[in-house]
């Protein structure tokens, strides 16, 4: 994608499925960067109320409004800079924490508590297991945060090589927050403030403050500060990413082809800043207003990984799809990881997969919640792959090669055929000392063109109808070009 010169996560698909499919996948990739920002801005809220006792309302506008501050005026140079500054400050931070909280006199050495902070893996979870692991290995690819730092990669090995260091980094990232759950787990809460372990009392809420409460009990006071500005530059870094990563696929993946397809790079660039602000303010208001935005993630993140990652594999491997396998795909995953149902949310499971689980969470005896232990979420995403393949060569079938079907009823105008007498062209070639090269002249696919340039330098493509690189041509008058919706180039010599 680096190598293509696309802007967006987004622009392979209106490239291959038009600029409507694309805003229809637009929806989940936005969903899930708005729902992550609440619920990153939710946890730090809840950090900043039990270490330094402001309100989580007052927490969470504070720290949205830093955010949105330096993301709407630096955009992702201010991004990316302050994201290195934050890196250390998360490292350095937590790992300055680690030594004081396992040294604590009331924490017991991890290692004689490892049976109860490691845990066990049950065969019967073993399905769900491999879902969530399959949810985090590839549902974590097709996210605009990420690709917008590998598509603004200095080149193409450059951006391999970040994707690559980025997986050991998280890996090494990951450890001391590790360790300080087991020192929840090993350290005796009785003679704390808190006076229990956080989650005894059934509270899930108390549970998730488990890094905040060991850095206030067991840390000295400017210990805990530290680990607080740790946490918060980590909130910071997320937060603004997924914020500039909303903001500019709706400007330039919406606004632009859809709504002002003529408008300037300085309108797109306002048009931007306005949606850093309205992004950033709809998420510090899911943030404050909807205790259950961290489940509502979860499910957008399910959504990714069902609906998005099958179409970006495809539009980038396999180049027989078309946009109606796109939307059945589309509808498929999203329907069959919706019937699947969110414990996190109360949605209820409306169909019950291959192998789940029922459990009584109200304590009246009556089993009203189903745990799918099967990994419905892989089987949704493998059923969506295979719909986009066999719906696309289906289609072709019956538009292309048997005919069955008239174009005339091809709605999305997947298989037009270039007319020729259409094309208007010079009897002779402009005279130029330039090496004679067929250039790309701009206008949109399968209207009137007039293809042959002689140009000293290489004109940048329309967007998204980008070529790969000069094309030599011998000649002998002219040279015309149309290429269709599907990326197939048509030469008339």
């Not at 950090?47 to 992702?76: C, E, H, K, N, Q």
């Not at 004081?100 to 991890?110: C, E, K, N």
């Not at 500039?244 to 300085?266: C, E, G, H, Q, T």
């Not at 090269?437 to 009137?448: D, F, I, R, V």
Request: proline letters at 5%; hydrophobic letters at 50%; one cysteine or more.
């Amino acid at each position: 994608m680096r190598s293509e010169g696309y802007v967006t996560m987004l622009d392979p698909f209106q490239q291959k499925f038009g600029h409507r499919m694309g805003a229809l996948l637009f929806i989940p990739a936005l969903l899930g960067e708005l729902f992550w920002s609440a619920a990153i801005l939710s946890a730090l809220g809840a950090t900043i109320t039990v270490i330094v006792g402001l309100s989580d309302t007052l927490s969470v506008i504070v720290s949205a409004i830093i955010a949105v501050a330096y993301t709407m005026f630096g955009g992702l140079y201010a991004v990316a800079y302050t994201d290195v500054v934050q890196l250390f400050c998360i490292f350095i931070g937590l790992w300055i924490c680690v030594p004081f909280a396992l040294t604590d006199a009331r924490v017991a050495p991890i290692s004689s508590t490892k049976s109860h902070w490691l845990g066990e893996l049950e065969v019967n979870s073993i399905g769900s297991y491999i879902d969530s692991y399959m949810v985090l290995l590839f549902g974590g690819i097709p996210w605009q945060a990420y690709f917008q730092r590998v598509l603004s990669a200095r080149t193409s090995h450059g951006a391999k090589v970040l994707s690559y260091v980025a997986a050991f980094g998280c890996a090494l990232m990951c450890i001391p927050s590790i360790l300080i759950g087991a020192v929840a787990y090993s350290a005796d809460w009785t003679n704390t403030t808190f006076g229990r372990m956080p989650g005894e009392n059934g509270k899930a809420s108390e549970a998730t403050l488990v890094l905040p409460l060991v850095l206030q009990n067991f840390t000295p006071a400017f210990v805990s500060f530290v680990g607080l500005g740790a946490v918060s530059a980590a909130v910071m870094s997320s937060a603004d990413s997924s914020i500039l990563s909303a903001s500019s696929m709706f400007a330039w993946n919406i606004y632009r082809p859809l709504v002002r397809p003529k408008a300037s790079d300085r309108e797109i660039l306002w048009v931007m800043k306005f949606a850093v602000f309205a992004m950033g303010a709809v998420a510090t208001v899911l943030a404050i207003f909807i205790p259950s935005v961290y489940g509502l993630w979860f499910l957008c993140s399910d959504l990714v990984y069902c609906v998005l990652f099958p179409q970006l594999v495809l539009v980038l491997y396999y180049s027989s799809v078309n946009t109606y396998g796109s939307l059945a795909g589309y509808l498929v995953g999203m329907v069959l990881r919706l019937l699947g149902g969110e414990v996190i949310l109360g949605l209820p499971a409306a169909v019950r997969y291959f192998y789940y689980a029922e459990h009584d969470t109200t304590g009246d005896g009556n089993l009203d919640t189903v745990v799918q232990l099967f990994p419905f979420r892989t089987f949704a995403m493998l059923i969506s792959l295979l719909t986009i393949v066999g719906v696309s060569a289906l289609t072709k079938f019956l538009f292309v090669r048997k005919r069955i079907i008239s174009k005339r009823w091809d709605f999305f105008r997947c298989f037009e055929e270039l007319d020729i007498t259409r094309l208007s062209y010079p009897s002779e070639p402009p005279i130029s000392s330039a090496p004679m090269t067929a250039e790309w002249s701009g206008g949109s696919p399968m209207t009137e063109r007039n293809c042959w340039e002689l140009a000293e330098t290489k004109p940048e493509p329309p967007v998204p109808y980008q070529r790969r690189g000069l094309r030599p041509v011998s000649v002998i008058h002219f040279a015309t070009e149309g290429e269709d919706n599907l990326g197939y180039v048509s030469t008339a010599l």
